[in-house]
């Protein structure tokens, strides 16, 4: 007798387990019925052969057209070369050594492999292929919809097919596996939806595209309801922790931050200021997002809350993502505070504190100081990166932790943070990736938001173009120029790349299949290894900016090095700085006015918009440069020209969410690893999104909350098992 729990090695042996395990992250009965389809086919129907891209891995739903077997000319053996076709476009499938020759003109077939061109035309090779038999299939996709799983190289979608199968072959076997209904009966009365067991039989078995429909809302609805209940407990059960007070006292730390700030705040600066300051004020212990966007001054509104806490008591820790970006951090807030943050020291205020830094490159006597300084509380501000996070790292009276760039930490490591502090630490999480209401609602729904969208006067705005070089390869010399023209004029330039170089295989794992006897590979026009920043930084000394002062950063080099490289930019000894993506998040240097993205379709919107952000951060206006190889006419094309258009974080974060690959967001990749979120979309779900997480609230509220809905209660509980997996992947 089957279950939910039951491991799938009982149901498919032990090879196809571990494969459907370690490629899809299927390992229990339940997670099988959750693989839903990734698409539907009838015969003669199906995704058009002409949208697909080279590189996909996919099942396709064809019929021969034409087939032939030759011997190859420099090789033994032979070739088998087969086209298919679905009634819009067609395809070349090409086997060697005889395997399946037998495939005759006119049959019908599924075909699984990884697309890719030879001589303009989309191809697979050697792909895995199932014959659809009439005589024996037709009662079962003739006319119904066909379902077409998410596979991987070893477990093909009729491999998951069968699977299903043999854990049920009627509705009356499913509603007997499925009989806890996790939504309660007068929820799915109020809005309409089907039964559970009705919604997973009709999704793995339509008959119609209403079924499948009506399956998806129901199905969407149960992923939904369980985020919002958990998210929902996780607020409430911070607000019940037991916080400590740090009320606004107009000691010497906080008066002397704003003393020091050398620009008036934004409006939007001291509003949010204002709010966390009442929060922090209070015994029940804040947890907020501010998000905004590069640039609008978020570090200072941070500063503010940390100097508040510190004059109140506390110690506040900030949680940098990077090593560059803490020391940039702990540099910036020691000048500003002066000998008010050189508190022990000969020429410190003992009225002030000690800003301490501690990452994990930190020498062993460095990091022994800094840890007992941290202990002794005599550290009024510690700022780090995961080290902080490390055992051994004990605070005296941790009262607010300021974790930067969320993006960059899951949330158990923000969590680990917190559990450092005596009693609840209050909390601030910020992000300058723009963040839509769907995400604000999900990945970081047990925060509330706060928003800056306003600049700090002053600053010189920044324009961006796309440099199309394999179109207009003269672009990329007038864009040499124009770094050239922007040092002349005393301002600084970055140049930012995909890879550091020199990596003994750097490119193993971007060829193509070789092509039969010996030719290249089938994509002709496959992509080369993406630009590394060293071969450009040698490439620009020796030739368009030979002169001038070109230094590399990058993740490989010792953090002493980076320190004095990024302390040697900001001091303008460096004219050129070619660098990886650690420039990508909060390094400023107002000086800086170019930004030069080499290989920019590589990138995501996100880090574009970050990377963009490095520059134009004085009164100067800024540049940035998009350079790719990519037609302008491609979806890829299309989206640098939508991020060269605006600078609006708001609108860029929605184009994020509508150009990621599924399951990039809230969920595992087709195969990727387990996850609870499989259907729901932040893009077209955000009204079932808002309406789940109101009727969470109002169950929790409800006298005997979560636990008046044992189903629903046990679905939370799985969710939280695994440990929140889809959070802490996005």
């Known amino acids: 007798m089957l279950s939910l729990g039951t491991p799938l090695d009982r149901v498919v042996g032990a090879r196809t387990a571990k494969a459907m395990a370690e490629q899809l992250g299927l390992r229990t009965v339940r997670d099988l019925l959750r693989h839903y389809p990734a698409r539907y086919a009838r015969r003669g129907e199906m995704t058009k052969l002409t949208d697909l891209q080279v590189g996909d891995r996919v099942t396709v739903l064809g019929q021969v057209r034409t087939s032939s077997t030759r011997a190859m000319k420099q090789k033994r053996g032979t070739i088998t070369e087969i086209t298919v076709g679905d009634g819009a476009g067609s395809m070349r ?436 290894p993406p630009l590394a920043v060293l071969d450009v930084a040698r490439e620009l000394r020796a030739g368009p900016l030979a002169g001038l002062r070109v230094e590399v950063l990058h993740g490989r080099m010792s953090a002493e090095d980076k320190e004095a490289r990024m302390r040697a930019f900001a001091a303008r000894e460096v004219d050129v700085l070619v660098a990886t993506t650690v420039v990508e998040v909060g390094v400023d240097v107002p000086n800086a006015t170019v930004m030069v993205v080499m290989d920019a379709d590589r990138f995501g919107v996100s880090q574009l918009h970050q990377l963009r952000g490095r520059v134009a951060r004085g009164k100067h206006p800024g540049l940035c440069l998009l350079v790719s190889e990519a037609p302008t006419s491609s979806s890829t094309g299309t989206r640098l020209a939508q991020v060269a258009a605006t600078t609006d974080g708001f609108e860029l974060a929605r184009l994020d969410l509508q150009t990621r690959r599924e399951g990039d967001v809230l969920g595992a990749a087709q195969s990727g690893s387990r996850t609870t979120v499989r259907l729901l979309s932040l893009l077209e779900d955000e009204e079932l999104i808002a309406t789940a997480r109101v009727e969470a609230a109002a169950i929790l509220e409800a006298d005997l909350g979560v636990a008046a809905h044992p189903e629903l209660a046990a679905a939370v509980a799985e969710l939280n098992a695994d440990r929140a997996d889809w959070l802490e992947r996005a």
């Open 93 to 528: 499938l090409v086997f060697f050594n005889h395997k399946h020759a037998h495939l005759a003109v006119g049959a019908w077939g599924l075909f699984a492999g990884t697309v890719s061109m030879w001589n303009g035309q989309l191809q697979f090779s050697h792909p895995d292929c199932q014959v659809l038999d009439e005589a024996t299939d037709a009662d079962r996709w003739a006319t119904a919809m066909l379902p077409i799983y998410p596979a991987s190289k070893n477990v093909s979608s009729w491999v998951v097919q069968k699977a299903l199968r043999l854990v049920f072959e009627t509705r009356e076997q499913l509603t007997e596996l499925l009989t806890d209904d996790p939504l309660p009966a007068e929820l799915r009365a109020r809005y309409g939806l089907i039964d559970q067991d009705r919604a997973i039989w009709d999704k793995h078995h339509p008959e119609t595209d209403e079924d499948v429909v009506r399956a998806d809302e129901r199905l969407k609805w149960d992923e939904a309801l369980v985020l919002q209940v958990t998210l929902a407990a996780r607020r409430r059960a911070a607000a019940l922790e037991p916080g400590i007070a740090r009320p606004r006292r107009g000691g010497a730390l906080a008066d002397a931050v704003d003393a020091a700030l050398p620009f008036e705040l934004t409006d939007g600066q001291r509003e949010v200021g204002e709010a966390l300051a009442a929060e922090i004020g209070r015994e029940q212990p804040m947890h907020r997002l501010l998000q905004g966007e590069v640039g609008s001054g978020k570090t200072v509104v941070a500063l503010r809350a940390m100097a508040q806490v510190v004059d109140a008591g506390g110690q506040a820790a900030l949680l940098a993502p990077t090593e560059v970006l803490a020391a940039q951090h702990a540099r910036g807030i020691a000048a500003l505070l002066g000998p008010l943050g050189r508190a022990g020291e000969l020429d410190g205020d003992p009225a002030g504190t000690r800003v301490t830094l501690l990452t994990g490159s930190l020498k062993a006597a460095a990091r022994r100081t800094a840890r007992a300084a941290v202990a002794d509380g005599s550290a009024g501000i510690v700022v780090g990166t995961h080290a902080l996070l490390s055992e051994g790292v004990d605070f005296a009276d941790l009262g607010l932790v300021v974790v930067d760039e969320q993006h960059r930490f899951g949330v158990e490591q923000r969590d680990a943070l917190r559990a450092k502090g005596q009693r609840a630490p209050h909390v601030l999480v910020m992000t300058a990736t723009p963040i839509p209401r769907t995400v604000a609602m999900t990945v970081y729904g047990d925060l509330e938001t706060l928003t800056l969208r306003q600049l700090p006067a002053g600053r010189g705005g920044v324009s961006s173009s796309v440099v199309p070089v394999r179109e207009k390869p003269a672009w990329l010399g007038r864009a040499w120029e124009r770094v050239r023209e922007e040092v002349a004029a005393g301002r600084q330039a970055y140049v930012v790349c995909p890879r550091i170089g020199e990596e003994p295989d750097a490119a193993a794992d971007l060829e193509g299949p070789d092509g039969e006897d010996g030719a290249p590979p089938e994509d002709g026009d496959e992509k080369r």
